[in-house]
């Protein structure tokens, strides 16, 4: 028997991570953020994330999180689902954040396991009652963030297991090395339990998820029209059709995950006349003029949307 409620919808395909958007200054650029919005929603996209790493999270204060989230969210006005993430080392905090991003209408929270710095981990069952505690006071999914930035390692069966125990905790982002071979492992031990396997880290291994049985992704947001139609065909049974456009697309993914990382996505909307700056927030520092220079061409050679969804 599935898991998912009747009348409950069930989460897939390709989210779009939005970076978020700050001002030669450094500060926010809501007016560009909300262009950035309407370019994902455009190009495809079947949902979105915010405040995920991707977005610079861990540069942005409290009351900016709740600016963005509360900016976003209205201007998105449901055209598509909104995964906000809402991670914290606290569980009460990361609560907080949880039932605030539902207020506001979130389809779903993403959260990694606490972690700070180098080394303070927590444990299986401290991990387990974090996610026990939060899912308590909120009633929409949960996805938990397997990544290797959290430092934190656990097996397939420690997240089945939850995945059975703790009722909204329904949705994973397997982001590790050997990401396939875990998310086979985990929809096998997890049955109706996983709503939601699904594939991370810039789609550089997103062919490989699919054929492991993933049903959505997390992916960057700089060329959502040549990653969502990889899904949908894959989805659809048409796979022949998703590796050829995969194929098509992996020299930009290949290039985004392994030279440009997070600054790509606002360098490709800045080239295209989305956002007025591409500037990170410091202490990162912008894209090597040759390593944007290279994201690009490859992007043009694409003809990517971004290039001139503005014009």
């Known amino acids: 028997m599935n898991r998912v409620s009747p009348g409950v919808r069930r989460y897939t395909g390709a989210y779009s991570v939005a970076p978020t958007i700050f001002t030669e200054q450094g500060n926010l650029d ?55 993430t809402t991670t914290h080392f606290n569980p009460r905090i990361c609560a907080e ?9 979130a389809a779903m929270v993403m959260i990694m396991p606490p972690y700070h710095g180098a080394t303070i981990r927590c444990g299986e069952a401290a991990i387990h009652a974090f996610f026990s505690d939060v899912s308590e ?50 929809i096998e031990l997890g049955g109706d339990a996983i709503e939601g396997p699904w594939d991370g880290e810039e789609a550089i291994t997103l062919l490989a998820d699919l054929d492991a049985g993933a049903t959505g992704s997390v992916l960057g947001a ?9 899904i949908r065909e894959y989805l659809a049974g048409n796979r022949e059709d998703a590796v050829r456009i995969y194929e098509k697309w992996l020299p930009l993914i290949n290039f985004e995950n392994r ?17 007025a700056s591409d500037a990170p927030r410091r202490p990162l520092t912008p894209l090597h003029p040759a390593t944007r220079q290279s994201l690009v061409e490859i992007a043009r050679r694409l003809d990517a949307l971004v290039l001139r969804w503005a014009h």
């Open 97 to 105: 954040r949880s039932r605030d991003a539902q207020a506001r209408g």
């Open 222 to 230: 700089g060329y959502p029209d040549g990653l969502q139609p990889i």
């Open 30 to 84: 809501l007016e560009g953020q909300k262009r950035c919005i309407d370019f994902i929603i455009d190009a495809g996209a079947d949902g979105l994330c915010i405040l995920a790493n991707y977005s610079e999270q861990f540069s942005l204060s409290d009351p900016e999180r709740e600016r963005l989230t509360a900016t976003i969210l209205d201007h998105v006005a449901g055209r598509v689902p909104v995964i906000v």
């Open 137 to 186: 006071r909120i009633e929409i999914p949960i996805m938990y963030q397997d990544a290797p930035m959290s430092g934190t390692q656990v097996s397939a069966a420690f997240l089945a297991r939850m995945a059975h125990e703790i009722p909204n905790l329904s949705y994973f982002k397997i982001e590790v090395p050997q990401s396939a071979a875990k998310l086979r492992e985990l």
């Open 259 to 275: 030279q440009s990382g997070l600054m790509a996505c606002k360098a490709l909307m800045k080239e295209g006349g989305i956002i």
